[in-house]
């Protein structure tokens, strides 16, 4: 463990980590499942950095909300992801009083060589914040669970020549699987959502009306993300199951709009929109408005002549 500049410990290896939380050290020094709460002790720093993934399957957390008849949370418990260098602390823990049943750590070397080592990075929800998280029903609570014993078993009771391709195979169920209950969280969150949708479309409008595009210039993904108080991966992703696009289409399409509403009833010239749609190059905002409406800016407004 060291101590970085921003104050955040790191950890670079799982035994230093379990050291730290009173654990004994891991049966295998690339992965282990801690079965059971994890009491922090004193001594324990309260912000980290993990070299590893972290997916830990927490009981009761607080996520359960009613929006009419339309929105609903489960509270049997849910899992929560953390990738490489992901800063964990205090918002990691969101309720003092939550624990975690299962915390399974994979250091990246252990998917070394395996298709997964690549795959992995395209699981969104590893980017997902703690108020994000995948909250489980008592079907798909047993389902990530059963999961977990299978990893356990073989960590505790068989390690051979095999067990790396058992526990991998299982490891990459498991993220499918949360890959398809996250799809169903979209659904079942769908009213939420809407209106996630629309502050969104307020806040890009916001953005190009009051010409906050000439001094920032073109909307970024983050911006908007943190404007919402929702992480980026979660914004496309939930995009994504409403609209079929992720977020940076949706920026692209706002701009398209807004730049046809200039281009009809204004005699800006194609550059002078460009800059005030924030585009730093003229160039760029006309490959975009082609390969959107296959037709050059010019060519556009020559229809409204």
């Given at each position: ?202 806040t890009l409008n916001n953005y190009f009306d009051k010409e906050l595009s000439l001094k920032q210039g073109l909307p970024t993904v983050q911006y908007l993300a943190e404007t919402l108080n929702i992480s980026p991966s979660y914004l496309s992703d939930m995009l994504r199951s409403l609209t079929g696009q992720n977020a940076q289409q949706h920026i692209h399409d706002k701009l398209i709009e807004k730049a046809k509403e200039k281009l009809s009833i204004t005699n800006l010239s194609v550059t002078e929109i460009a800059y005030e749609l ?28």
């Amino acid at each position: 463990m060291k101590k970085e500049e921003n104050n955040h410990y790191r950890f670079d290896s799982l035994s230093d980590a379990l050291q730290v939380f009173g654990l004994p050290k891991p049966k295998h020094p690339l992965i282990t499942l801690i079965n059971g709460a994890i009491t922090q002790i004193n001594t324990s720093p309260s912000s980290h950095v993990l070299n590893f993934y972290k997916i830990s399957y927490k009981s009761g957390l607080n996520g359960k909300l009613r929006y009419g008849q339309n929105y609903y949370d489960f509270d049997e418990g849910g899992l929560l992801f953390a990738s490489p260098n992901q800063i964990i602390g205090n918002a990691d823990e969101s309720n003092p009083g939550e624990c975690s049943l299962y915390t399974l750590l994979i250091h990246p070397d252990f998917l070394w060589n395996y298709p997964l080592a690549k795959k992995i990075k395209q699981y969104g929800f590893f980017s997902y914040s703690a108020n994000e998280a995948l909250h489980l029903s008592d079907n798909e609570k047993e389902t990530i669970i059963s999961i977990f014993k299978i990893i356990e078993e073989e960590l505790n009771s068989r390690i051979d020549d095999f067990s790396q391709d058992v526990i991998i195979s299982q490891i990459e169920l498991l993220l499918n699987y949360a890959n398809r209950f996250y799809n169903r969280q979209f659904i079942t969150r769908k009213a939420v959502n809407n209106d996630l949708l629309q502050n969104l479309d307020e806040t890009l409008n916001n953005y190009f009306d009051k010409e906050l595009s000439l001094k920032q210039g073109l909307p970024t993904v983050q911006y908007l993300a943190e404007t919402l108080n929702i992480s980026p991966s979660y914004l496309s992703d939930m995009l994504r199951s409403l609209t079929g696009q992720n977020a940076q289409q949706h920026i692209h399409d706002k701009l398209i709009e807004k730049a046809k509403e200039k281009l009809s009833i204004t005699n800006l010239s194609v550059t002078e929109i460009a800059y005030e749609l924030g585009f730093e190059y003229p160039q760029s905002f006309s490959k975009l408005f082609k390969s959107k409406t296959n037709l050059s800016p010019l060519e556009f407004r020559k229809t409204f002549n």
